[in-house]
């Protein structure tokens, strides 16, 4: 970045309809370098205390791995990656105790202090990434729906409604195959930037543009609000646990430029 900026940050956790809440979610602030977040969420699957335990351990496991990261030493892409592979091994050991085997998705971005970003993810929970109202890129679900979108046999309207549209094909905690290990890298955030992490209990119910534009004209408090608020109205009765984490990256004044 040529200008300074700082960071701004909400989360949003609701449990919609159902009986109990197997989402969880965080963005951290590194406890030694300002400047550092690592956003969150992680969608428990597999009964009452399978799913909750599942996305209890994808935090856990963030969080001390997090805190032992060194930005200016250290890659971000690994510690990601290191996330994913000992939270699906530990989950996969909580699989004896739990109602049911427990799965959970990742969607997890890290921001250093320089700007740039890495991001990493399983699963249908999802990471955005906006610039000024406009969808730059997102993550691609590793789910069955996703495979018919990419083979042009569906659209992605259809996808929101098909009967088998839960079906994933890669997640933590999963005995037969390994998570998948989507990384992606961006060298440099700008100012007017905003990143979105969030369960399918959230992007279900909007399109990339009525997302970009909430995320782009609120704050990170608001935008949470906004959207949680208007998931819930679209479900009518019906919606699934929900969560998500914004970060905003917002320039300063030009007499606080110090960065």
């Given at each position: 970045m040529?200008?300074?900026f700082r960071l701004s940050?909400?989360?949003?956790?609701?449990?919609?309809?159902?009986?109990?809440q197997q989402d969880q979610v965080a963005v951290i602030s590194h406890p030694r370098t300002v400047g550092c977040v690592l956003g969150i969420?992680?969608?428990?699957?597999?009964?009452?205390?399978?799913?909750?335990?599942?996305?209890?351990?994808?935090?856990?496991?963030?969080?001390?791995?997090?805190?032992?990261?060194r930005p200016d030493r250290d890659d971000a892409g690994a510690l990601l990656r290191q996330v994913l592979e000992d939270a699906h091994t530990v989950i996969k050991l909580t699989a004896v105790s739990s109602?049911?085997?427990?799965?959970?998705?990742?969607?997890?971005?890290?921001?250093?202090?320089?700007?740039?970003?890495?991001?990493i993810h399983a699963g249908d929970s999802r990471i955005y990434l906006f610039r000024n109202e406009r969808l730059v890129e997102r993550t691609r679900d590793h789910s069955y729906v996703q495979v018919l979108i990419d083979r042009g046999e569906i659209t992605?309207?259809?996808?929101?409604?098909?009967?088998?549209?839960?079906?994933?094909?890669?997640?933590?905690?999963?005995?037969?195959?390994?998570?998948?290990?989507?990384?992606?890298?961006?060298?440099?955030?700008?100012?007017?930037?905003?990143?979105?992490?969030?369960?399918?209990?959230?992007?279900h119910y909007f399109s990339p543009q009525e997302m970009g534009g909430v995320l782009a004209t609120q704050p990170p408090r608001m935008a949470v609000q906004i959207l949680v608020d208007e998931a819930r109205r679209r479900a009518r009765g019906t919606g699934?646990?929900?969560?998500?984490?914004?970060?905003?990256?917002?320039?300063?004044?030009?007499?606080?430029?110090?960065?």
């Open positions: 040529t200008r300074g940050a909400s989360t949003g956790l609701h449990k919609g309809d159902r009986a109990y969420v992680a969608d428990g699957m597999g009964g009452r205390s399978g799913g909750r335990k599942a996305s209890d351990q994808v935090l856990m496991t963030a969080n001390q791995l997090f805190a032992r990261y109602e049911q085997e427990p799965h959970s998705t990742i969607a997890a971005f890290l921001v250093n202090p320089n700007g740039s970003c890495a991001w992605e309207h259809e996808a929101n409604i098909h009967p088998q549209g839960n079906i994933l094909l890669g997640c933590l905690g999963m005995t037969s195959t390994p998570p998948p290990v989507d990384l992606h890298f961006i060298p440099k955030l700008e100012p007017g930037d905003v990143l979105m992490a969030c369960s399918d209990g959230l992007w699934d646990n929900l969560s998500l984490a914004v970060l905003k990256v917002e320039p300063l004044p030009k007499d606080d430029d110090k960065a």
